[in-house]
């Protein structure tokens, strides 16, 4: 069993930077995917970034690419999503997940994903 536990989600004016955390804890096997979804009132939940543990490769949403940025420290058992140049269409409830079946991370689909966080959430004002 994989327990994930989301931190450092806030209110910031657009423009700004957050910080997500994501603290792991449980058996996982040495190559797996780790990524971060969100999901905002009346959409479907939309994958934002992802990475494979073993080769640490990380994938991108078009929409946050070259603003957001996900890494992952095997020591710390954490998973980190840093978010600059935040805009008001960022504001969503963000996610941790896990898939612990491949490190093949570019599909970005929820459904693939076996273990989640509660969330946080992320407001930015315009």
């Known amino acids: 069993q994989v327990h994930l536990a989301e931190s450092g989600g806030g209110s910031v004016q657009a423009g700004g930077s957050l910080r997500l955390s994501c603290a792991v804890s449980g058996n996982t096997p040495s190559r797996h995917c780790f990524a971060w979804f969100r999901q905002a009132p009346g959409k479907e939940r939309e994958g934002v970034n ?7 490769i990380t994938y991108s949403a078009d929409s946050v690419k070259g603003r957001f940025i996900i890494s992952h420290d ?3 058992n954490m998973v980190t999503l840093q978010m600059t140049n935040l805009k008001p269409e960022d504001t969503a409830m963000y996610y941790c997940a896990a898939d612990l079946t491949t490190d093949a991370c570019h599909w970005l689909i929820a459904g693939r994903y076996q273990y989640w966080g509660q969330g946080t959430q992320v407001t930015v004002d315009s």
């Not at 992802?50 to 640490?56: C, F, V, Y």
């Open 50 to 56: 992802a990475i494979s543990t073993g080769a640490g």
């Open 74 to 76: 095997k020591a710390k």
